[in-house]
Each structure stands twice: as structure tokens, then as C-alpha cells.
């Protein structure tokens, strides 16, 4: 018998996600600033301010992510699609990211995916209005 690899499932989204929006930083990049007896797990959590959240710049970036990866998921304005409907008014942008990042349930982490950065901006476009008016 003959197996042959395929690009389907997450394997073959997150192999499209890197394809698409290019290298990201390694994790153990990442985890090569964090302070002293820090665990390598544990990411610092960012401060979602206003003045972030409303930058358009981030939004964009946010947007881009979302529709390169997220979607598959979540389904365009995160409904509908095979992962649950997103509401984002209620949740808090530490929540959203910590999810994005270290995944839930059925959601895999995209911290080795994705940069802090790409991360943080998904939660600005989930809390803006592009994302749901």
C-alpha cells in the first residue's frame, strides 16, 4: 500500500497560511525576550487599549489574517461556519487573543503560526466594526 501526503485539513491550512502571508518568527524567537524564569508557554498578556483597537493600520492586518486563515473556520463575519458563531461585544480582547493564541477545544493555537503581532491585530478587526457593525 502507497500513502501519499496531501495538503488537507489543518496541516493544509496552516501550510496555506504560512504560503500566503509568508515566514513568521519561530516560537523559540519569540520566547527569546520574555523575562527571566518566565515559562516558555506562558506569553505576556498585551494591553488592548482604545488607541489600538481603533487603528486602522491594525484593523487591516487583522482583516488579512481572517480572511486568510480564520474564515475556513469561523465562516466570513464568523458566521456561519464549522467553529462556533463569534460574538464579539461580549467577549474582551484578552480573551480573543488568549484563544488565538493557545487555541480551545477543537481550535488549534496559532501562536507558532502567527507573530504577537498578527495575533493582536486579529483582535482588533474581531472588535471593530468591519468585522461585525
Not at 491550512?13 to 524564569?37: E, R, S
Amino acid at each position: 500500500m502507497t500513502f501519499r501526503s496531501t495538503s488537507t485539513g489543518l496541516a493544509g491550512i496552516v501550510a496555506l497560511a504560512l504560503a500566503t502571508l509568508g515566514p513568521t518568527q519561530p516560537a523559540a524567537a519569540q520566547d527569546a525576550d520574555k523575562p527571566a524564569g518566565q515559562a516558555a508557554g506562558d506569553e505576556p498578556m498585551p494591553t488592548f487599549d482604545a488607541t489600538y483597537l481603533g487603528n486602522a493600520d491594525n484593523i487591516s492586518t487583522g482583516e488579512g489574517v481572517w480572511t486568510t486563515q480564520c474564515r475556513h473556520c469561523h465562516g466570513t463575519s464568523a458566521y456561519p461556519g464549522k467553529a462556533p458563531k463569534l460574538r464579539p461585544g461580549a467577549l474582551d480582547p484578552e480573551f480573543i487573543f488568549d484563544r488565538v493564541t493557545y487555541g480551545f477545544k477543537g481550535m488549534p493555537p496559532w501562536r507558532a503560526v502567527f507573530t504577537r503581532e498578527q495575533r493582536m491585530a486579529v483582535v482588533a478587526y474581531i472588535k471593530s466594526e468591519r468585522f461585525s457593525p
